[in-house]
């Protein structure tokens, strides 16, 4: 395990983050279609409002937290047929009654905390976590970490519900961490934690150039759809980490080849309402690679171009109704159609590597396109599905040394998990 971790604290990573800002259960679907986009991940942390006056402590804290509210769930949700009946009741709704309450997805901990400690909790299913804004550290930082207690590997359930799961040094007071800025806190995601360890790769040599399959990085177990089935089946069963469905379609040898995917960082800033009406309607393969093709515009519906995606359509208020394309999802880069599928598909192609790829070359991949995951292929073909990358992957196999090659059975048999219609 490369030392950066046991010496760097998690308030290193915390220096220029802005303050919290909450997003209230109360709000509407509407309101979070806003606020998604300025958050990472394709996601937003749901809280309960403060039910008390004064001065609140970490525990109060975690137990206000809710949850937290991708858009995936608002696509799926918004794809309900009631929803489709009624577009603007349906983003009046209170995100209260659409979130699924996870309180395991957040914790508060200490700005001295060891940085060892803040990767086993996201290894463990820990999506962000809050930090109380602080002006100077005092001492050193945590000496021991929780994986050395072995207090979470020996509970079969995540380290959820309350500070009393961790080891007595990882619970905190303001007097340990230097100055705390009372009430003021700031949000850690998992990019940002990847932003920090790609910035110091040569700390942690041999593992960047070492391939994500000798590591043992590759995840089989994806959740996947084929193409020819509806794409509202991706929403029977939403993945959590990561949060994407994989579009396949089935080769003559027996092998997957992925044609995209329905995942929250695809539908990041989309048309949600465009969405939502593809997701309903079309099948996987249309929803991902485009229907202007097949589709006759006279069996497509008339919609408003407003919906509410946090861009100046929304904001300046004008209400256009024009034809569904799947472009209006944003998807596509490109506004021309060229008269092949292929020339405009743009961002619902889906971020891919190679078998033998690095982990660094992995981690820059994700962090450039701001992705939660990479989907996995052969090495001498691009389309044919091995595994997915994702953050809690890539956590993994930093914080463990080089192994020997991890043989991995690239067929389908056995591979990923369908979801059934």
């Known amino acids: 395990m490369a030392s950066v971790f046991l010496y760097h604290v998690v308030g290193d990573l915390t220096v220029g983050k802005p303050e919290l800002v909450e997003f209230y259960e109360s709000e509407t679907v509407e309101s979070a279609i806003r606020?998604?986009?300025?958050?990472?991940?394709?996601?937003?942390?749901?809280?309960?409002?403060r039910s008390h006056v004064g001065i609140e402590n970490s525990e109060m804290k975690q137990q206000r937290f809710v949850g937290i509210f991708s858009s995936f769930d608002i696509v799926a949700f918004l794809a309900k047929s009631e929803c489709l009946e009624d577009q603007d009741k349906a983003l009046k709704v209170p995100v209260s009654e659409v979130v699924v309450p996870n309180n395991s997805l957040l914790r508060v901990v200490d700005p001295a905390t060891r940085l060892i400690d803040a990767l086993d909790m996201m290894k463990q299913g820990v999506k962000r976590l809050l930090v109380p804004k602080s002006v100077a550290w005092k001492g050193m930082s945590k000496r021991f970490s929780a994986i050395y207690y072995g207090k979470w590997h020996k509970n079969n359930d995540s380290p959820t519900n309350s500070s009393n799961n961790l080891p007595p040094n990882m619970n905190w007071s303001p007097s340990t961490s230097g100055t705390v800025i009372r009430d003021k806190y700031c949000c850690l995601s998992r990019e940002d934690v990847l932003r920090f360890i790609i910035g110091c790769l040569g700390a942690l040599a041999p593992l960047p150039l070492t391939s994500i399959s000798a590591l043992g990085a590759i995840n089989a177990d994806y959740s996947y759809i084929e193409s020819s089935a509806p794409a509202i089946a991706a929403t029977k069963k939403l993945p959590q980490d990561p949060s994407a469905?994989?579009?396949?379609?089935?080769?003559?040898?027996?092998?997957?080849?992925?044609?995209?995917?329905?995942?929250?960082?695809?539908?990041?800033?989309?048309?949600?309402?465009?969405?939502?009406?593809?997701?309903?309607?079309?099948?996987?393969?249309?929803?991902?690679?485009?229907?202007?093709?097949?589709?006759?515009?006279?069996?497509l519906p008339e919609f408003s171009v407003d919906s509410p995606t946090g861009n100046s359509d929304l904001v300046n208020g004008s209400r256009k109704p024009r034809k569904f394309s799947s472009r209006s999802i944003g998807f596509f880069s490109n506004s021309h159609s060229f008269g092949s599928r292929s020339m405009y598909r743009?961002?619902?192609?889906?971020?891919?590597?190679?078998?033998?790829?690095?982990?660094?070359?992995?981690?820059?991949?994700?962090?450039?396109?701001?992705?939660?995951?990479?989907?996995?292929?052969e090495d001498d073909n691009d389309d044919v599905l091995v595994g997915v990358v994702g953050y809690?992957?890539?956590?993994?196999?930093?914080?463990?040394?080089?192994?020997?090659?991890?043989?991995?059975?690239?067929?389908?048999?056995?591979?990923?998990?369908?979801?059934?219609?």
């Open 35 to 49: 606020a998604i986009g300025e958050f990472p991940e394709g996601s937003i942390p749901i809280w309960k409002k």
């Open 392 to 421: 809690t992957d890539i956590l993994a196999a930093v914080t463990k040394p080089p192994t020997t090659m991890i043989p991995v059975n690239r067929s389908t048999e056995g591979f990923g998990n369908e979801i059934q219609c």
């Open 346 to 377: 743009g961002r619902s192609a889906p971020l891919t590597c190679k078998f033998t790829s690095s982990l660094a070359a992995v981690l820059a991949q994700m962090l450039s396109h701001r992705a939660t995951h990479v989907w996995v292929t």
């Open 245 to 299: 469905v994989a579009v396949i379609e089935n080769t003559p040898d027996g092998q997957c080849k992925i044609l995209g995917e329905i995942s929250a960082c695809k539908l990041w800033k989309c048309d949600y309402l465009a969405a939502a009406w593809a997701l309903a309607n079309l099948s996987a393969g249309q929803f991902v690679m485009g229907v202007e093709d097949n589709v006759s515009s006279r069996s």
